[in-house]
């Protein structure tokens, strides 16, 4: 009878050492061997694109996405998300530099930016040209696609508005043709305005797959940290280079200026921007700080017409 309960006690015992180390209640060291060279990159602060970062005369780097950011990324991303990343599905959404870029162009030639040729028939706006011209005139400019890091489109898509009459069509297919595509890898997508008032929404109208971003307005929801970029809404007539010299003198403090702050624009009434056109009015004070919103946006604007319209419309025209 005791060596039953010597057996039954040796058995239960065991199984339960058993069950511990199924479930990780025990790690066993299984090498004897030092770090792996996976581990020795974490150690010692290893991120994609290391050496692409010393090359001489190279932008300034980006904010590397660390890996033992993921933990606290992964706290903000929503379940659908996690459901999406998980099923390899819109995987463009979680792109950082270090999984959606491809290092190794830029490490043979350097920081280099190619714009595709403009293709025949193709309309282009004179802001996106600007863009283009920008670009091409810099010190990061190739003609060479062999040579380039970062490639820019040549097809508008600054004004994804379908309604407005820059808006480009079928641009899913000719971007989906372009040989140096790579499903988005390495490109930059410039956009201004996307979706119809008053509902506008972030819908280009195609996949932009893994190339960043640089919009206007872009929502913190749909913002990739470390890979889109926020850049500013400008007008169609803003120009590139020039423009009168300014009144700042040397050693004149403050500078000699009639206006500190101007602004002039619609005020949507309703819809996204509301609340933040809505409060300019807080700051307008008609001597240096001039901040000027007309209501006439839209067919139905006189139905959401509030008690400033008059005033703000009269100003305006002025």
Not at 42 to 56: I, K, N, Q
Request: charged share 25%; net charge positive; with cysteine.
């Amino acid at each position: 009878m005791q060596a039953k309960k010597r057996y039954l006690t040796l058995f239960s015992a065991g199984a339960c050492l058993i069950l511990l180390f199924c479930f990780g209640g025990i790690q066993l060291p299984l090498s004897r061997r030092g770090p792996s060279r996976r581990d020795d990159r974490s150690l010692t602060g290893y991120h994609p694109g290391e050496r692409w970062r010393r090359f001489p005369g190279s932008l300034q780097p980006f904010s590397p996405w660390e890996e033992d950011r993921g933990d606290s990324h992964n706290e903000h991303i929503s379940p659908r998300q996690k459901r999406d990343a998980n099923s390899g599905v819109d995987s463009g959404k979680l792109c950082r530099m270090e999984s959606c870029f491809d290092f190794s162009l830029c490490e043979r030639n350097g920081f280099k930016v190619y714009v595709y040729p403009q293709q025949k028939g193709e309309k282009m706006s004179e802001s996106y040209q600007n863009i283009l011209s920008s670009i091409e005139g810099s010190m990061y400019y190739t003609p060479d696609p062999g040579q380039a890091c970062l490639f820019v489109l040549s097809l508008d898509t600054l004004d994804r508005d379908q309604l407005s009459p820059q808006y480009g069509h079928n641009l899913k297919v000719k971007i989906q043709s372009l040989h140096l595509w790579n499903g988005g890898k390495n490109h930059i997508i410039f956009n201004l305005y996307s979706g119809t008032w008053p509902d506008y929404t972030e819908d280009l109208g195609f996949d932009i797959g893994l190339a960043m971003l640089a919009k206007a307005s872009i929502s913190t929801e749909n913002f990739r940290p470390n890979f889109d970029v926020s850049i500013p809404l400008f007008s169609k007539d803003h120009p590139r280079t020039g423009g009168e010299r300014g009144y700042l003198k040397h050693n004149t403090i403050p500078p000699y200026r009639k206006y500190m702050l101007v602004f002039k624009g619609k005020r949507y009434l309703t819809g996204i921007g509301s609340d933040t056109r809505n409060a300019l009015y807080h700051v307008h004070n008609s001597e240096d700080v001039v901040l000027l919103t007309t209501c006439k946006h839209g067919k139905d604007w006189q139905k959401h017409k509030d008690a400033r319209c008059d005033k703000d419309n009269a100003d305006y025209d002025k």
